[in-house]
């Protein structure tokens, strides 16, 4: 079974529009942590935002933030005004395990904001 | 700030030849770790590595990857063997602890040929 989920292959969004990015994940731990990552062109890997699973609070960095609905196991990545530079791959990731030495990454959404 | 640095950028070998990738982690994390990513495709993890040995595995590290931390800084990928499906982007991370961010390097574009 897939441990995450993005159900958008790919995505086109007008610039200056708002942008959700769909998450789903599994696991059966109690502890672990989310987090995504933007990886533009260029094949660089760059953190987003991530959220512990003890976290109360939605996340927020910057530009974005973590929709985290625990009893969903959901975790939506959230921005506002999209910009061009926003065009990228955004991947959703889990890390899992005690010593949280599980990482899994989604299949990866392919944003493209256009102007 | 400080980040995750690989070398090299690029390599290019011939099939059956040995690589090593190396990777610079940031210096008060713990945790490494060896992705790849075959062009267009998933970032599919490798292999953890943490408290000098390696804590998990995935299938793709066959007998063929080892991994090793040589000295305080350096956390290094072999391939002993190359195929030509080995042709990749290698990104290391690291991170501090489990409840802490996961920092990429830029990869390491390895093309078989």
């Known amino acids: 079974a897939q441990k995450i989920t993005q159900t958008q292959p790919g995505m086109f969004v007008q610039e200056k529009e708002a942008v959700t990015l769909d998450c789903t994940y599994d696991t059966s731990d109690q502890s672990y942590g989310l987090f995504w990552y933007k990886q533009p062109s260029s094949g660089e890997m760059i953190f987003l935002i991530y959220q512990g699973s003890y976290d109360e609070q939605n996340a927020t960095e910057g530009r974005y933030s973590l929709n985290f609905q625990k009893a969903r196991k959901s975790a939506n990545l959230v921005f506002s005004a999209s910009q061009l530079g926003d065009s990228a791959m955004y991947f959703c990731?889990?890390?899992?395990?005690?010593?949280?030495?599980?990482?899994?990454f989604g299949p990866g959404t392919r944003l493209s904001v256009l102007p | 700030e400080p980040e995750v640095t690989q070398t090299p950028s690029h390599q290019v070998t011939q099939m059956g030849q040995e690589v090593i990738l190396r990777c610079v982690p940031i210096?008060?994390?713990?945790?490494f770790y060896w992705y790849r990513q075959i062009l267009g495709q998933k970032v599919e993890f490798l292999v953890s590595?943490?408290?000098?040995?390696?804590?998990?595995k995935s299938e793709i590290f066959d007998d063929q990857f080892s991994v090793e931390r040589p000295d305080g800084s350096n956390f290094t990928l072999k391939i002993r063997s190359t195929k030509l499906e080995d042709s990749a982007m290698y990104f290391c991370?690291?991170?501090?602890?489990?409840?802490?961010?996961?920092?990429f390097g830029p990869g390491t574009r390895l093309t078989v040929t």
């Open positions: 210096s008060n994390h713990l945790y």
């Open positions: 991370a690291s991170f501090r602890g489990p409840t802490y961010e996961q920092y």
């Open positions: 990731a889990m890390r899992e395990g005690h010593y949280g030495q599980n990482f899994v």
């Open positions: 590595f943490y408290n000098n040995e390696i804590s998990e």
